[in-house]
C-alpha cells in the first residue's frame, strides 16, 4: 500500500532556514513524481514544484522558483521541501503527492497528511 | 502559465439534489484535468482524472467531463459526506495550477 509520511509540524521565526521531508513506501519510489502543495490558512491548493527522483532538474512554479528547493534522496525514498529564509508569510500547511502515473508528472493520487509551518516572530 | 477558474465559488444544495461544478482553463490543456475533494483538516482526494476517469473507489454518483478549455464535475445526488471543497487541477510536466475551489454546502 502506497503511503507519503511527512514531517511533523514546525514553529518558526522569521529569516529562519527549514527543511520538511516526506517518506515514501509502498512503491518504487524512483518511478513516479512527487509533488509539493500549499495551503495558506483558510485558502485554497497553490501548486508548488515537482520532482522526478531519476532527474536532479525539478520544476517550479513561477510563483515559487528562487523561494523554495525541492529535492530528493532516492537512497531513503524521501522528498525534500527547503527554505533558507522565512517569512511569515510562509505560515501555511504543506502537502506532498504522488504523480498517479510512473515516469509523467500526472494528477497526484496519493497525498501524505500535510506539515504545518508557522513562521512567527 | 495556465490559470485554472472555477465557479460558483460557493454552491448550496440539498441533499439528494444533483450539484454542477464547473472549471475554465485560460488555455487548452488537452484533457490533462483533474477534480479532487477536500474536506476541514484533511488532506485532498482524487476524485478524476483525465477529464472524466474515476480514481479507485470513488463512487459512480462523481462524473467528469469536458475538454479543451471548459470541464465539470457533476455530483448526481448529493449524499451527506460530499459536503466539501472541491478543486480542479491541469497537469503536465511543466506545471499543474489548481482553480481556486468550489465549496459545496448544505442548502
Known amino acids: 500500500e502506497v503511503h507519503l509520511v511527512q514531517s511533523g509540524a514546525e514553529v518558526k521565526k522569521p529569516g529562519e532556514s527549514l527543511k520538511i521531508s516526506c517518506k515514501a513506501s509502498g512503491y518504487r519510489f524512483a518511478s513516479y513524481w512527487i509533488g509539493w502543495v500549499r495551503q495558506m490558512p483558510g485558502k485554497g491548493l497553490e501548486w508548488m514544484g515537482i520532482i522526478y527522483p531519476g532527474d536532479p532538474d525539478p520544476r517550479y512554479s513561477p510563483s515559487f522558483q528562487g523561494q523554495v528547493t525541492i529535492s530528493v534522496d532516492k537512497s531513503i525514498s524521501t522528498a525534500y521541501l527547503q527554505w533558507s529564509s522565512l517569512q511569515a508569510s510562509d505560515t501555511a500547511v504543506y502537502y506532498c503527492?504522488?504523480?498517479?502515473?510512473?515516469?509523467?508528472?500526472?494528477?497526484?493520487?496519493?497525498w501524505g497528511q500535510g506539515t504545518l509551518v508557522t513562521v512567527s516572530s | 502559465e495556465i490559470v485554472m477558474t472555477q465557479s460558483p465559488d460557493t454552491l448550496a444544495v440539498s441533499p439528494g439534489e444533483r450539484a454542477t461544478l464547473s472549471c475554465r482553463a485560460s488555455?487548452?490543456?488537452?484533457?490533462?484535468l483533474a477534480w479532487y475533494q477536500q474536506k476541514p483538516g484533511q488532506a485532498p482526494r482524487l476524485l478524476i482524472h483525465g477529464a472524466s476517469t474515476r480514481a479507485n473507489g470513488v463512487p459512480a454518483r462523481f462524473s467528469g467531463s469536458g475538454s479543451g478549455t471548459e470541464f465539470t464535475l457533476t455530483i448526481s445526488s448529493l449524499q451527506s459526506e460530499d459536503f466539501a471543497v472541491y478543486y480542479c487541477q491541469h497537469y503536465n510536466n511543466w506545471d499543474g495550477a489548481f482553480g481556486q475551489g468550489t465549496k459545496v454546502e448544505i442548502k
Open positions: 503527492a504522488r504523480s498517479g502515473l510512473p515516469s509523467i508528472a500526472a494528477n497526484f493520487d496519493y
Open positions: 488555455q487548452r490543456v488537452s484533457g490533462n
